[in-house]
T-cell receptor, first 112, second 111 residues
Framework: AQTVTQSQPEMSVQEAETVTLSCTYDTSESDYYLFWYKQPPSRQMILVIRQEAYKQQNATENRFSVNFQKAAKSFSLKISDSQLGDAAMYFCAYARNEKLTFGTGTRLTIIP | DGGITQSPKYLFRKEGQNVTLSCEQNLNHDAMYWYRQDPGQGLRLIYYSQIVNDFQKGDIAEGYSVSREKKESFPLTVTSAQKNPTAFYLC??????????FGPGTRLTVT
């Protein structure tokens, strides 16, 4: 079974600074998707960014970017110019055959 | 507006009662999912359905049941056999097998 590990239960960053959240996963497959979801206090799950495993280029969405290292099975999320609205739980997820496996999440606090 | 709705937002039940959580989507997605979220844990898959009239157990299906009679609807019943039903329940759907879109969730409290 696939597993997703987020080794940082909590992180904090100063407003306007950059922070990187870590994620590793275990799979024997070569074709899959990876995602970062954000869950603010409202508890609505919001897709932040997605990465197809067959693409070597790292995905970017505005201030959010990933460092995808397929051989190392690592998928970290970088948030640049952190804003107060970025405060949330962040979940890394692995997807294959229409099933998602989630990590346990990282709680990100933004310090004004 | 297209999206996923879950009702109610908060639900309270007495122990020993079955309760059904609603999930409706108007995104025309084929696949729908139910997850459970507990404090300090990620989302765990309860059941999923990739097509009408068909569904599969996820990782924690015991004490739960589902139906998929319509493409738009995927209700989840929490039965009295579920030993620890108090949790936050999230419904999701997808069309392409990649990213899933989530509803706002239902907080179930059983006393």
């Amino acid at each position: 079974a696939q597993t997703v590990t987020q080794s940082q239960p909590e992180m904090s960053v100063q407003e306007a600074e950059t922070v990187t959240l870590s994620c590793t996963y275990d799979t024997s497959e070569s074709d899959y998707y990876l995602f970062w979801y954000k869950q603010p206090p409202s508890r609505q799950m919001i897709l932040v960014i997605r990465q197809e495993a067959y693409k070597q280029q790292n995905a970017t969405e505005n201030r959010f970017s990933v460092n995808f290292q397929k051989a190392a099975k690592s998928f970290s999320l970088k948030i640049s110019d952190s804003q107060l609205g970025d405060a949330a739980m962040y979940f890394c997820a692995y997807a294959r055959n229409e099933k998602l496996t989630f990590g346990t999440g990282t709680r990100l606090t933004i310090i004004p | 507006d297209g999206g996923i709705t879950q009702s109610p937002k908060y639900l309270f039940r007495k122990e020993g009662q079955n309760v059904t959580l609603s999930c409706e989507q108007n995104l025309n997605h084929d696949a729908m999912y139910w997850y459970r979220q507990d404090p300090g844990q990620g989302l765990r898959l309860i059941y999923y359905s990739q097509i009408v009239n068909d569904f599969q157990k996820g990782d924690i299906a015991e004490g739960y049941s589902v139906s998929r009679e319509k493409k738009e609807s995927f209700p989840l019943t929490v039965t009295s056999a579920q030993k620890n039903p108090t949790a936050f329940y999230l419904c999701a759907s997808t069309s392409s097998g990649s990213e899933q879109y989530f509803g706002p969730g239902t907080r179930l409290t059983v006393t």
